[in-house]
């Protein structure tokens, strides 16, 4: 008999939402390159204050994913939130989201199999000594996955978790939503206990 512990996973979360959400789609939203690659991100990085319905769908979803499966029961918001945009030819560097614990990408627009992917890498690597390369890739000893954009997709995933966007391969422009969540509320234990409404 063999089993499998996935300990201390990192867990990528993707949910095809029924809710088919227009609205996105009708942002004007001006965009500015990043600096960190050649793709692109709204000027406005809290766009979803503009959508509150959106905004609600999404983090409920979150809510739902940080309840049933990590059990955990504080209340939880989102602060920032932007549109990327990816031209053909373009892609994002490797980066990771700092002042905040969960981070989403939600696909509005449609997408082909070209669309570029999101790729994250393990935060593991860098306690590796050992360069082994396996005779076949797999969710237990790669270093790096990908994951093909869908419409109506929405992917929830810590916010430590370094990713970028592939080079885009196709002529349609690539466009996501994307958004940060921080606990609110009172959480931690003992002198490491805190409570944002400390803050007001």
């Not at 512990?5 to 500015?32: M, Q, R, Y």
């Not at 918001?77 to 994002?92: D, E, H």
């Not at 990408?105 to 997408?111: A, C, H, Q, S, T």
Request: glycine fraction near 4%; proline fraction near 4%.
């Amino acid at each position: 008999m063999k089993e499998i512990f996935p300990l201390f996973s990192s867990c990528v979360t993707a949910i095809l939402l029924d809710e088919d959400i227009k609205e996105l789609k009708t942002s004007n939203e001006k965009f500015k390159n990043t600096g960190w690659g050649s793709s692109s991100i709204s000027i406005n990085k809290r766009v979803l204050e503009k959508y509150p319905k959106t905004k609600k769908i999404l983090l409920d979803k979150f809510k739902k994913v940080a309840l049933e499966d990590y059990e955990y029961e504080n209340d939880f918001i989102i602060t920032t939130s932007w549109f990327t945009k990816t031209l053909k030819g373009q892609s994002s560097l490797m980066h990771m989201h700092k002042n905040s614990f969960y981070s989403g990408v939600y696909y509005f627009d449609n997408y082909t199999d070209k669309s570029a992917a999101i790729s994250f890498h393990s935060p593991l690597q860098q306690f590796y000594d050992f360069n082994i390369m396996p005779s076949n890739w797999n969710i237990q000893n790669s270093t790096t996955w990908k994951i093909q954009p869908q419409k109506n997709c929405l992917l929830i995933f810590p916010s430590y978790l370094q990713h970028l966007v592939e080079p885009s391969i196709e002529d349609a422009t690539r466009y996501s939503l994307a958004f940060n969540i921080i606990p609110v509320g009172e959480y931690g234990l003992e002198d490491s206990m805190f409570n944002t409404e400390w803050l007001t």
